[in-house]
């Protein structure tokens, strides 16, 4: 069973672009959360997500950032217009429908995103 | 609202010493408890965890005890290895709520032979 699955692993952009990060979750794992670490800190929540829904983005910038989970296909996060401040490294967690309010989450090795 | 608070570090070691990482939380539900690992250059992977107060998580000789009076789930291990060079960081799950994770701001252990 292949794990949480992203890419790209490296990323860069200019600023003003935009990067798309993707996220394959583990099979059978129909939730998926985003992440984002800057550099010598923790990780901080971002949004999570069930197939076709967003149930909690209460940890995503107000502009410039969205994320989907389509019926098919891999989660995206997507950044319009860079800046210099969203160089970090954002991972992506799965996790299976939840028991009890209990939570595991699985990681993906994260993507780097450097802007420039 | 949710928090954790982890030991700073970094923390160095000699190879076969004990190794505690002590964390704190705050949570308005029964939250779930983990510790996570984080190799250089490599995502997140779960050490182990605790879902109700007493539990006892261990995997590969780390363990970790969910005190509920103390709101406390302090890392330990008796004899650490270079391999355990990595950063831990401690982490919850409210059950109240969203479940996303609350992480510390995680600690860095060099081990040295």
């Known amino acids: 069973n292949a794990g949480v699955m992203q890419n790209p692993r490296h990323l860069v952009r200019r600023r003003g672009q935009e990067a798309r990060l993707r996220c394959s979750p583990m099979?059978?794992?129909?939730?998926v959360y985003w992440y984002r670490q800057l550099p010598e800190e923790g990780l901080k929540f971002m949004v999570y997500?069930?197939?076709?829904?967003?149930?909690?983005e209460s940890g995503m910038p107000k502009e410039r950032f969205s994320a989907e989970f389509p019926k098919e296909g891999p989660s995206i996060l997507r950044i319009q217009q860079v800046v210099r401040g969203d160089s970090a490294a954002y991972f992506c967690?799965?996790?299976?429908?939840?028991?009890?309010?209990?939570?595991?989450?699985?990681f993906g090795p994260g993507t780097r995103l450097t802007v420039l | 609202g949710d928090s954790v608070t982890q030991m700073e570090g970094p923390v160095t070691l000699s190879e076969e010493a004990f190794l505690t990482i002590n964390c704190t939380y705050t949570?308005?539900?029964?939250?779930?408890l983990f510790w996570y690992v984080q190799y250089p250059g490599e995502g997140l992977q779960l050490l182990l965890k605790?879902?109700?107060?007493?539990d006892k998580g261990s995997n590969k000789g780390f363990e970790a005890t969910y005190r509920k009076e103390t709101t406390s789930f302090h890392l330990e291990k008796g004899s650490v290895q270079v391999s355990d060079s990595a950063v831990y960081f401690c982490?919850?799950?409210?059950?109240?709520?969203?479940?996303?994770?609350?992480f510390g701001t995680g600690t860095r252990l060099t081990v040295i032979p």
């Open positions: 605790a879902t109700k107060a007493d």
């Open positions: 949570a308005t539900g029964y939250p779930s």
């Open positions: 982490a919850l799950s409210d059950s109240v709520g969203a479940n996303n994770l609350f």
């Open positions: 099979k059978g794992h129909s939730h």
């Open positions: 997500l069930q197939k076709e829904n967003i149930i909690d």
């Open positions: 967690a799965s996790s299976p429908p939840l028991a009890g309010g209990h939570n595991e989450q699985f």
